[in-house]
């Protein structure tokens, strides 16, 4: 699976910012597939929200303000984000693993597949 994530830049905190990332290799029926973040100085990624066949899931601090969706036909996924607040600042991940191979999509350690990222900056 290739992945690649577009729409990172610079916003300003309450705003509002929509991430891409278009697969290839493998239709969404047969991964799972999420958004990580990776905050400034920190070298861990944390999962922000993801969609199996279980359905979405998100990350407590982005419930309600994130939100995930696919255009199938163009095996692109969304993150909607509203709100922003700085602490939403980082690289923003696209990744994916085949379905049924993971405990948790949003796990990193679980994840196969990783694009290469786009960043995000919320400032005042």
């Known amino acids: 699976v290739q992945l690649l994530e577009s729409g990172g830049r610079s916003v300003k905190v309450g705003g509002s910012l929509r991430l891409s990332c278009t697969a290839s290799g493998r239709n969404f029926d047969d991964i799972a597939i999420g958004w990580f973040r990776q905050s400034p100085g920190s070298d861990d990624r944390e999962g922000i929200g993801?969609?199996?066949?279980?359905?979405?899931e998100y990350r407590e601090s982005v419930k309600g303000r994130f939100i995930i969706s696919t255009d199938d036909a163009q095996k692109t996924l969304f993150l909607q984000m509203n709100r922003l607040q700085p602490e939403d600042t980082g690289v923003y991940y696209c990744?994916?693993?085949?379905?049924?191979?993971?405990?948790?999509?949003?796990?990193?350690?679980?994840?196969?597949?990783w694009g290469k990222g786009t960043p995000v900056t919320v400032s005042s």
């Open positions: 990744a994916a693993v085949p379905e049924g191979d993971y405990n948790s999509c949003l796990q990193p350690y679980d994840m196969d597949y």
């Open positions: 993801c969609l199996s066949t279980s359905g979405y």
